[in-house]
């Protein structure tokens, strides 16, 4: 059977269906790039000297491992000279990066977790990026902060990669969502999966249960209802799965359904929940929904929330459309 590249796949949807324009699909294949080299970095290991911890500190108080920071500079590094974005940002860093140089500047804005998952690089488990694309607001020649402070339905693309027994590119510029496998050999992104779709129901969660005295009763209600399996309301079982890499959780949930919750508990209360919004929660939430499937806080969708902070945090439910409804219907 022919392959079909990401090229092939992106020019397709600038020509053919015009669901892109030719500067956003330059970008993509930027991130793309960046995302090889951060695999290539990832699959090395031991090996590459990269493992361990950097010695230094992200603003949100979090140890940064050696590849979260290599991560982070690999995929500034080639936005930076790839001539599509006005300013990037990321969980790395305290502040967006304007690019300064005007002959490399473009017209969006990229926001991104370099590697998502940091607690599990040293114990060779799943990791991930994730991005999302804005426009960058007309008529402002700077972009700072502020300019990232868009809601998720403003997004107009988004994707993460998951470095795992294979790593793979699932991305979405408002039309479905695709997954894309990395031939090594290669050196190349092929599509592997057009239009994946979330089954509606599933018998399948995602949560940190050791949190669960800190959640709210509405969440302590719904995991208890699910863990009653056959004998409870649900009238059937269901199985559990935590990666600890919201990157391999969701991918799985996107593959096969499920339900993937990092809800409001009284330990993370203060800051409005675990979870970031700009480069965590919306871009998995526009998969997510564009996949058939949805994203709230449990009280709202996470997509139509109005930013207020760069990493500002949020709860996070997603998944299996009817599921999502049903815990989001105990919060009301
Ligand atoms: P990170 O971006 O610093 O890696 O943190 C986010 C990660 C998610 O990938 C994952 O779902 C969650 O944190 C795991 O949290 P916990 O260790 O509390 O289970
Ligand atoms: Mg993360």
Request: aromatic residues 6%.
């Amino acid at each position: 059977m022919k392959q079909i590249s990401l090229t092939q796949f992106l020019i397709e949807e600038q020509r053919a269906k015009g669901n892109i324009k030719p500067d956003l699909r330059l970008l993509i294949e930027v991130v793309a790039r960046a995302c090889k080299a951060i695999s290539i970095a990832v699959g090395k290991g031991a090996l590459g000297g990269v493992l361990g911890d950097a010695g230094t500190g992200n603003i949100q108080g979090e140890a940064q491992k050696k590849l979260d920071v290599l991560s982070n500079e690999i995929l500034l590094e080639a936005n930076e000279w790839g001539g599509h974005v006005a300013a990037l940002a990321s969980e790395e860093m305290d502040h967006s990066y304007p690019i300064q140089n005007e002959q490399c500047k473009g017209g969006y804005l990229l926001v991104f977790d370099p590697l998502d998952g940091s607690s599990n690089i040293d114990v060779n488990i799943s990791v991930g990026t994730i991005f999302s694309v804005l426009k960058s607001p007309e008529g402002v020649a700077q972009p700072g902060d502020d300019a990232f402070l868009q809601p998720g339905t403003q997004q107009v693309a988004a994707g993460y990669t998951v470095y795992g027994p294979s790593t793979m590119l699932v991305l979405t510029v408002g039309s479905g969502v695709h997954a894309f496998t990395l031939d090594r050999e290669l050196g190349s992104f092929v599509l592997t999966q057009r239009n994946m779709q979330i089954p509606e129901d599933t018998k399948e969660y995602s949560i940190n249960a050791s949190n669960a005295r800190f959640w709210e009763p509405p969440v302590q209600r719904y995991i208890t209802e699910l863990q009653a399996g056959k004998e409870g309301p649900r009238e059937r079982d269901f199985n559990m799965r935590w990666v600890a890499s919201m990157v391999a959780d969701v991918h799985r949930i996107i593959t096969r359904g499920g339900i993937f919750m990092y809800p409001l508990d009284s330990k993370t209360k203060a800051q409005g929940g675990k979870l970031r919004l700009l480069y965590e929660a919306n871009p998995m939430s526009m998969i997510v929904e564009q996949a058939g499937g949805a994203a709230t806080t449990g009280r709202e969708r996470i997509l139509d929330l109005q930013p207020q902070k760069l990493h500002q945090r949020v709860p996070v439910i997603m998944g299996s459309k009817n599921e999502v409804e049903r815990v989001t219907g105990y919060h009301k």
